[in-house]
């Protein structure tokens, strides 16, 4: 009888196995591959021809692609021996828009690795979903406009977690995380890029325990139109984005265009555009040297925002809440500054509040700039904060509504009153 | 006792679960060789189709490096296509489709370089892709996953030769071009792209295959939309021949579920913009914009982020990003000439 059973359990394991075809190894993938330096044409064709539930792994060395792609696959999980050991070089990339490709995966990793030097942008998940980003180095040496536009770029996603990475050198974000819901960015640092990170027309996102320094933006958070979803409910919090101060390298809209990362001054912290329902609270904002904070809407960069609002785009930033940050800035803005578009803006807020009030004795502009463009401008209302804004801030000289709407008219007057924007 | 009965069902279940699994047929396996097919009769350089291979052309093609192409469709036996409205037309399962490149060198000679084959798979009704590199001898295609880059030089419409780089796809970058909503589907042969009349023949291609009785519930032609030959400048004005190539050599990517949904830039003949891209900023173009605001600045292509793309054979700026090194002048050209006579604004 007991031989029985012990037949018995060892059919239901096999039928179970036949039927689910079941995961075979602890670590849960069902096929492994392994390579080493050298064998980049094995990986390339292991990439084409790879099967659901794949653990490939990359042992330690430097390879060389011109450049890679994962396609319409589920449960991949590319692994290297660590952020410093195994390391992707793009530099020989001839075609296409980025180094390593990924599109519809649906659960990808990767995971221990360093990604560099593509013309394109380094890693680039297209419409996939369950993706991790984790010990990953997105590198190029050189920060200037020849660097491809973002380091880590996830795009179209669902339930996105970018971990523990470094972006160097890209000439638009860093860490980018595009048209996407349910993204955390934690524990990164990015150095060099126009913004260290950006969460654009992307929902539901944590980003926290960050360094972002050395860029000329350290984070922003976007809306844009034209685009396929709305953002909104980003969370920032525990980060330290300081020394944001480099010039403005973004080649596209550097100057003059209306839209996107050209846009940000050097020497700012974080930016909010036109993105809704956003807390940015524990933050150590220091020695971003034009503006710690800056909240604008759409109107700010473009007057005809309002023939492009629908369901996915709404140009007004609205339950915005700043709490509990540590802010600081230096005596005066980074020179970069003065040849940057929105830049000098900056700087000719600050001049005129001084000008206004010689009490102010020459003082920086305000820690938190905002446009004080309101939703009264779409509805005719009159309230005075009708969008909610909410500041619980104790520092001097904390902010400035900066009358955008009037900017190089004769009424034009930037004021600094918080009262009616303070948290109730 | 019992326990055995319990055991002969587990057993007849674990049977069944794997006769399942036989009894339908495993995915499709692309064959070795070109050949391995019987496409074609006699030299296979020649590409003589068999009886049921069709050839077929298109009204406007993508643009390839001045490639010289030849398509093919392949109905299984009694198979027809079937119209039911705009778009693709349906396929039967099993149906192939061929893409044959070649280059036309510096004596003249029609070189061979790679046939591109998608097949609807009816293990699953989905479309599967498989790329063939000719061997020197041309003499066969190879099965080719990898893509390759090889060196040509070829002489372009005009006779001029140009020394490149071709660009060889390998199987994921065809399925960039070829996923729209995660689904994999061919993309010339849509109708509109099939109803027009061949140079050297009398009759309408849809007609002649309807003669043939390739077509089933193929309306009069009249009520079946027809893409602009984008080279007629005759019987079609620059918008019509811009946006067809456009629809062609664009919006495979530039569409909505395309590759390049997240641009916000769809460029489909059907795209719901009159003009599409004027006055809409990059979003993520990065330095591949060159620095320009718009994509389509009416009466000035030079500033023109769309045309000055597809003017570029620089990766992470040229636009196609795959499958093209030279710039397609008279395209180029066209799209120039498109933005160029839009009013300022």
Known sequence: MRIYNVILAGMVAASLHACTNGPTNSDGYINHLSFGPGEETKIAEALLT???????????GTYHFDNLSIAQLKHILIKGAGAEKTILDFSAQSQGG??????????????????????GDLIKINKSEDVVVSNVRAIWQKADSASGGYAIYPVLCKRVLVENCYAQGASDAGIYVGQSDSAIVR????????AGCEIENTSNAKVYDNEFWGNTAGFLIFDLPDLSKRGGHVEAYNNYMHDNNERNFAKSGSFGSTWGVGNAAPGSGIIVLA??????????????NSAAIAVVSGFFIDEKAAEKMNDHYFPIPRNIKIHDNEMQVADSFPTAVYAHHTGKV????????????????????????????????LTGGKGVNPDSLCISQQQPNLFVNADALNIGKPSWKPTTDVTPYVCK | MRMCYVMAVMLLACISCNNGAQQKKGPFQFLDRLSDYHFFEGDLKLLQPRKGVTSYELATPLFTDYAVKDRFIVLPEDSVLTYAGDGLPQFPDATFIIKNFAYTDTLHQKVMIETRLL????????WKVMNYLWNKEQTEAER?????????TLLDDNGEAHTTLYQMPNTNDCKRCHINNSTLTPIGPKWRNLNFTRAGHSQNQLQAWAGMGLIKNLPDLKQVAALPVWT????HSVNDRARAYLDVNCAHCHIRGGDAFNTGLFLDYESTAKVPGVLKSPVSAGGGAGGLDYDVVPGDAANSILHYRMNSVEPGTAMPELARTLVHKEGVALIAAWINEMPKR
């Open chain 1, 50 to 60: 790879l099967k659901d539930s794949s653990k490939v792994e990359l042992k330690e």
């Open chain 1, 98 to 119: 980025e180094g390593l490709r990924v599109t519809d995966v649906l659960g990808f990793t990767i995971d221990g690795l360093t990604l560099q030097e593509s013309k």
């Open chain 1, 187 to 194: 524990n990164c640092k990015a150095y060099k890029n126009v």
């Open chain 1, 275 to 288: 993105a809704s329902d956003i807390n940015l609270h524990h933050n150590k904002i220091i020695n971003n």
């Open chain 1, 346 to 377: 900056l700087v000719g807020i600050e001049q005129m509040l001084n000008a206004q009030d010689p009490s102010r004795k020459n003082a920086r502009l305000p820690f938190i700039t905002w446009d004080g463009i309101t939703t009264n401008i």
């Open chain 2, 119 to 126: 097949y609807k798979d009816p293990y699953d009704h989905g």
């Open chain 2, 144 to 152: 080719w996953l990898l893509g390759k880059r090889i060196p040509i």
């Open chain 2, 232 to 235: 007629d400048s005759v019987h």
